[in-house]
């Protein structure tokens, strides 16, 4: 059984930088595609960014293309999500998201993908 673990969210300032966390557990981030989705009040969960198994490749949507970045950690079995030039268009409920499967039909930017999700952190910038 995966679980994911978020942390790091809070409540900073338009221009900031934040950095959340997904401990996973259960599971190798080396032998999964994580990837980070945000739902914002009153709108649909949306993709942010992904990481390939092996780190080497990444994704993101064209809204956070520049600003944010995705990284694991093998190590700590981590995977984080700078964020910097924050928005306040920004603020949602990030999730982490992870896929175990060998073979998918679907691409990195699709929630359906992703069979284990984190609880979900408040990220929230004022303006």
């Known amino acids: 059984q995966v679980q994911l673990v978020e942390s790091g969210g809070g409540l900073v300032q338009a221009g900031a ?9 259960g599971r190798t981030v ?8 945000r ?3 009153g709108k649909e969960r949306e ?14 949507a064209d ?5 944010f970045t995705i990284f694991k950690d093998g190590a700590k079995n981590t995977v984080y ?15 982490c998201a992870a896929d175990t499967s060998s073979y998918t039909t679907y691409g990195y930017t699709d929630s ?3 069979a284990y999700w984190g609880q979900g952190i408040q990220v929230t910038v004022s303006s």
């Open 81 to 95: 999500l700078d964020m910097n030039s924050l928005k306040p268009e920004d603020t949602a409920v990030y999730y």
């Open 47 to 60: 993709f942010v960014a992904a990481i390939s198994r092996s780190g080497g490749s990444t994704y993101y």
């Open 17 to 25: 930088s934040l950095r959340v966390s997904c401990l996973v557990s």
């Open 112 to 114: 359906s993908r992703y």
């Open 39 to 41: 739902q914002a009040p």
């Open 63 to 67: 809204s956070v293309k520049g600003r």
């Open 30 to 37: 080396s032998s999964t595609v994580q990837a980070w989705f």
